[in-house]
């Protein structure tokens, strides 16, 4: 059973930050890309960020370059998304998902609030 449970959000004021933890049961996570996306009210749920098996290589979406950075822990099961100098715009739930062809697998999602 592929479990992924998010936990870290929260309501934060612009230029705040949030770490984001996304904890991996029931498979060997060491084996995994895992990917961070985000889904705000209206919009079509968007790839965020992901970063491979062993860390090596990472990607980010342009609108949080240099703002956000992934993270994994394979040894405790984690996956971390530290987001920095939040704005309103990056409001949304934050889900994390592992692939298996051909199948995805998401949480349930945190929910990022950015607002004064």
């Known amino acids: 059973q592929y479990q992924l449970v998010e936990s870290g959000g929260g309501l934060v004021q612009p230029g705040g930050s949030l770490r984001l933890s996304c904890a991996a049961s029931g498979f060997t996570l060491d084996y995994y890309a895992i990917g961070w996306f985000r889904q705000a009210p209206g919009k079509e749920r968007e790839g965020v960020s992901c970063?491979?098996?062993?860390?090596?290589?990472?990607k980010y979406a342009d609108s949080v370059k240099g703002r956000f950075t992934i993270s994994r822990d394979n040894a405790k099961k984690m996956v971390y998304l530290q987001m920095n100098s939040l704005k309103p715009e990056d409001t949304a739930v934050y889900y994390c998902?592992?692939?298996?062809?051909?199948?995805?697998?998401w949480g349930q999602g945190t929910q990022v609030t950015v607002s004064s």
């Open positions: 970063i491979s098996s062993n860390g090596g290589s990472i």
């Open positions: 998902r592992l692939t298996i062809f051909p199948n995805d697998y």
